[in-house]
């Protein structure tokens, strides 16, 4: 007979077949059981065909994989604990000393402050080019140049790029291209087939997308993925991976299965409040630009609908005003804090509305020839009543700015 205690762990319950649940199960494990040592030796967790250990993937981190490939179209996934670990997942997969990454000037910050940090101290070197200007970019592809980022929208100045034609540039150069797809999401446009009907597809090799912002939708959640459609490079980034141990806690992907049947309607109706909210915007004198790429003013506007879906769900929740430059910071500063449903904080993608000040200037290399000056504020519109955002944003602007 054994003791209580091992009874206790050496449990008999299994779950019964035939329990269709619509929700897949939460399996949260370090160690994973193999019937033998010849399994214990034989089995790869490589290729999915077994588990052999926590961190190499459970049922949950698989399910969640597969249904992220589904949404942005590719076919191999790997899964971080933050898009920014995602973004790091590529760069020290793919670079080495010697090497140059190039990076949209209007990139996620911490992907440019991770080129100047480890990156420049192992010796890789990155240069920055203008997302607006595939020139530019094409210019700046040297013999080095081993990764190309890019970016649509534009992180905070939501500028629009030609995301075709610089997918082409580095195509033809035969550079590897990662794009961060955070604000598309997978909804917005397939970054696998962004010219449907060509063949073969016209399409980016990696896509990343932190899953903290629309899949997890809650604002409780910091997850990234990387998505591919080529098995070798899929495995030179699992590799990296493995090596680094970046794997996800099953709790935390169960968390963004439980919401991502909701994301499409989420994705939709952040889409539709922005749109209403920047519209309404245009119409303030206090503002001296408005940023969203589905306003026919907006820097890239022509690229964004060339490439995104039309109707509501082709734009995220996100959009940006430039206040002219007669507006002290202080005065920016004071309509931040008179607004009460728009909270300060980072992130975004989650129900509750957010709002950032940013200090444009210290971001970019030049002021970039398509912005107004001024200071700029960026708005993340979450789930509220669209009516009640928009008193918001009224009161704050005729109390702090009056
Ligand atoms: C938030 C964000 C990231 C990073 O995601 P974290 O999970 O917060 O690390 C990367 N890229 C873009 C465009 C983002 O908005």
Known sequence: MTELNTTLIHHPYH????????????????????????????????????????????????????????????????????????????????LRCGD?????????????????GELMGWGISHRYYNPMDAQDLAAKIGPQTRLVWLEAAGSVTLEFPDLRQLVRVCKDRGVLCALDNTWGAGLAFAPFDLQPGLSPALGVDISVHALTKYPSGGGDVLMGSVITRDASLHMKLKLTHMRLGTGVGANDAEAVLRALPSMALRYRSHDEATRSLATWCQTRAEFAQVLHPALPDSPGHAHWQALCKQELGGAAGLFSVIFPVQRSQAQVDAFCNALKLFKLGYSWGGPMSLVVPYDLASM????????????LVRF????????????????????ALA
């Open 100 to 116: 140059e990454v190039l990076i949209p000037d209007n990139a996620y910050g911490p992907n440019k402050v991770l080129a100047q």
């Open 380 to 399: 993340s519109v979450g789930l509220e009543a669209v009516t009640d955002l928009q008193s918001d944003l009224q009161h704050a602007l005729e109390s």
């Open 15 to 94: 779950p019964p077949e035939g329990f269709a649940a619509p929700q897949p199960g939460v399996f949260k494990a370090s160690t994973v059981i193999f019937p033998t040592v010849a399994a214990m030796r034989n089995f790869d967790w490589k290729d999915k065909s077994a588990y052999t250990y926590g961190l190499h993937g459970t049922p949950t981190t698989y399910t969640l994989e597969e249904r992220l490939c589904t949404l942005e179209g590719g076919l191999q996934c790997l899964l971080a604990p933050s898009g920014l670990a995602a973004i790091a997942n590529v760069a020290l997969s793919l």
């Open 364 to 375: 970019r290399t030049g002021w970039p020839a398509h912005l107004q000056q001024g200071t």
